[in-house]
């Protein structure tokens, strides 16, 4: 059983920079791909991005257009999310996923099996 933990969520202003950290426990998360989502008040959840187990394939929600970088430390068996440029319209509470065995990437929440808490972000305008 994976638990995944978000940090480094807060109130920032437009225009600045969050990066948002998803600690993983329990077992290791090197060979599952990872994923950010985000749920906005009164909105459905929404895909931000995603890496590959190896970190050599990531892929992003068309808002992002290069904001945000997703990474990951596999032998700190965490995953990031580096935000800048962040707008009023990023406000949301963040999660970290788990993709499912066998899967590479994934969009849909359905792709993936274990979820964080989530972490809220909060950006003035």
């Known amino acids: 059983q994976v638990q995944l933990v978000e940090s480094g969520g807060g109130l920032v202003q437009a225009g600045g920079s969050l990066r948002l950290s998803c600690a993983a426990s329990?077992?290791?998360?090197?060979?599952?791909?990872m994923g950010w989502f985000r749920q906005a008040p009164g909105k459905e959840r929404e895909f931000v991005a995603a890496i590959k187990r190896s970190g050599g394939g990531t892929y992003y929600g068309k808002f992002v257009k290069g904001r945000f970088t997703i990474s990951r430390d596999n032998a700190m068996n965490t995953v990031y999310l580096q935000m800048s440029s962040l707008k009023p319209e990023d406000t949301a509470v963040y999660y970290c996923?788990?993709?499912?065995?066998?899967?590479?990437?994934?969009?849909?929440?359905?792709?993936?099996?274990?979820w964080g808490q989530g972490t809220q972000v909060t950006v003035s305008s």
């Open positions: 996923a788990g993709l499912r065995p066998g899967l590479q990437i994934g969009v849909d929440e359905d792709e993936y099996e274990y």
């Open positions: 329990g077992r290791s998360i090197s060979n599952s791909g």
